[in-house]
Nanobody, 127 residues
Framework: QVQLVESGGGLVQAGDSLRLSCAASGLTFRSYAMGWFRQAPGKERDIVAAISWSGGNTYYADSVKGRFTISRDNAKNAVYLQMTSLKPEDTAVYYC????????????????????WGQGTQVTVSS
Protein backbone atom coordinates (compact mmCIF):
# COMPACT_ATOMS: atom_id res chain seq x y z
CA GLN A 1 0.00 0.00 0.00
CA VAL A 2 1.01 3.62 -0.38
CA GLN A 3 2.99 5.05 2.51
CA LEU A 4 4.30 8.55 3.05
CA VAL A 5 6.53 8.97 6.07
CA GLU A 6 7.66 12.40 7.19
CA SER A 7 10.69 13.06 9.35
CA GLY A 8 12.88 15.93 10.44
CA GLY A 9 10.55 17.94 12.62
CA GLY A 10 11.51 19.23 16.02
CA LEU A 11 11.77 22.13 18.43
CA VAL A 12 13.91 25.02 17.23
CA GLN A 13 14.38 28.70 17.96
CA ALA A 14 13.27 31.54 15.75
CA GLY A 15 15.76 32.06 12.96
CA ASP A 16 16.87 28.44 12.88
CA SER A 17 16.56 26.02 9.98
CA LEU A 18 15.05 22.57 9.57
CA ARG A 19 14.87 20.11 6.73
CA LEU A 20 11.82 17.92 6.48
CA SER A 21 11.89 14.71 4.49
CA CYS A 22 9.08 12.57 3.16
CA ALA A 23 9.82 9.02 2.06
CA ALA A 24 7.28 7.49 -0.32
CA SER A 25 6.64 3.84 -1.04
CA GLY A 26 4.00 1.77 -2.78
CA LEU A 27 3.54 4.18 -5.68
CA THR A 28 5.28 5.15 -8.90
CA PHE A 29 6.76 8.23 -7.34
CA ARG A 30 7.75 9.98 -10.56
CA SER A 31 4.09 9.96 -11.60
CA TYR A 32 3.01 11.99 -8.59
CA ALA A 33 3.03 15.65 -7.83
CA MET A 34 3.85 16.30 -4.19
CA GLY A 35 2.85 18.87 -1.66
CA TRP A 36 3.73 20.00 1.83
CA PHE A 37 0.89 21.23 4.02
CA ARG A 38 0.75 22.39 7.60
CA GLN A 39 -1.89 22.58 10.26
CA ALA A 40 -1.69 24.64 13.40
CA PRO A 41 -4.04 23.98 16.35
CA GLY A 42 -7.53 25.22 15.60
CA LYS A 43 -6.70 26.07 12.00
CA GLU A 44 -7.22 24.45 8.64
CA ARG A 45 -4.60 22.43 6.86
CA ASP A 46 -2.99 24.84 4.40
CA ILE A 47 -0.64 24.46 1.49
CA VAL A 48 2.96 25.37 2.17
CA ALA A 49 4.66 24.28 -1.03
CA ALA A 50 4.05 22.01 -4.00
CA ILE A 51 6.18 20.50 -6.73
CA SER A 52 5.47 18.89 -10.08
CA TRP A 53 6.52 15.30 -10.71
CA SER A 54 9.54 16.43 -12.68
CA GLY A 55 10.57 18.93 -10.03
CA GLY A 56 10.61 21.64 -12.64
CA ASN A 57 7.68 23.63 -11.31
CA THR A 58 7.15 24.69 -7.75
CA TYR A 59 4.69 26.72 -5.72
CA TYR A 60 5.06 28.48 -2.38
CA ALA A 61 2.56 30.08 -0.10
CA ASP A 62 3.25 33.78 0.32
CA SER A 63 4.01 33.27 4.00
CA VAL A 64 7.01 31.04 3.25
CA LYS A 65 8.23 32.41 -0.06
CA GLY A 66 11.94 33.13 0.08
CA ARG A 67 12.41 31.08 3.26
CA PHE A 68 11.31 27.55 2.31
CA THR A 69 12.46 25.39 -0.58
CA ILE A 70 10.72 22.27 -1.83
CA SER A 71 12.68 19.67 -3.78
CA ARG A 72 12.42 16.04 -4.72
CA ASP A 73 14.65 13.13 -5.62
CA ASN A 74 12.77 10.72 -7.84
CA ALA A 75 15.60 8.18 -7.60
CA LYS A 76 15.11 8.05 -3.82
CA ASN A 77 11.31 8.40 -3.82
CA ALA A 78 11.62 11.40 -1.54
CA VAL A 79 10.48 14.98 -1.27
CA TYR A 80 12.06 17.57 0.99
CA LEU A 81 11.19 20.89 2.55
CA GLN A 82 14.14 23.04 3.52
CA MET A 83 12.97 25.65 6.00
CA THR A 84 15.11 28.62 6.95
CA SER A 85 14.59 31.74 9.02
CA LEU A 86 11.87 29.96 10.94
CA LYS A 87 9.31 32.03 12.80
CA PRO A 88 7.00 31.14 15.69
CA GLU A 89 4.07 31.34 13.28
CA ASP A 90 5.58 28.41 11.35
CA THR A 91 4.72 26.17 14.30
CA ALA A 92 2.42 23.42 13.05
CA VAL A 93 2.20 19.78 12.12
CA TYR A 94 3.66 19.40 8.64
CA TYR A 95 2.25 16.83 6.24
CA CYS A 96 3.42 15.63 2.87
CA UNK A 97 0.88 14.54 0.31
CA UNK A 98 0.86 12.87 -3.11
CA UNK A 99 -1.39 13.42 -6.10
CA UNK A 100 -1.16 11.46 -9.32
CA UNK A 101 -0.14 13.94 -11.97
CA UNK A 102 -1.31 14.15 -15.55
CA UNK A 103 1.06 16.80 -16.77
CA UNK A 104 4.80 17.24 -16.60
CA UNK A 105 4.71 20.72 -15.11
CA UNK A 106 1.61 20.50 -12.97
CA UNK A 107 1.52 20.99 -9.23
CA UNK A 108 -1.55 21.07 -7.01
CA UNK A 109 -2.39 23.48 -4.22
CA UNK A 110 -5.85 22.23 -3.23
CA UNK A 111 -5.61 19.79 -0.34
CA UNK A 112 -8.84 18.11 -1.45
CA UNK A 113 -7.27 16.66 -4.59
CA UNK A 114 -4.46 14.87 -2.80
CA UNK A 115 -5.16 11.18 -2.36
CA UNK A 116 -2.32 10.14 -0.08
CA TRP A 117 -1.07 11.72 3.13
CA GLY A 118 1.65 11.11 5.64
CA GLN A 119 1.11 11.05 9.38
CA GLY A 120 2.72 14.43 9.91
CA THR A 121 5.73 15.75 11.78
CA GLN A 122 5.61 18.45 14.44
CA VAL A 123 7.59 21.63 13.97
CA THR A 124 7.71 23.98 16.93
CA VAL A 125 9.49 27.32 16.70
CA SER A 126 10.10 29.17 19.94
CA SER A 127 10.58 32.92 20.10
Amino acid sequence: QVQLVESGGGLVQAGDSLRLSCAASGLTFRSYAMGWFRQAPGKERDIVAAISWSGGNTYYADSVKGRFTISRDNAKNAVYLQMTSLKPEDTAVYYCAAKQSYGVGIYYTDRNVYGYWGQGTQVTVSS
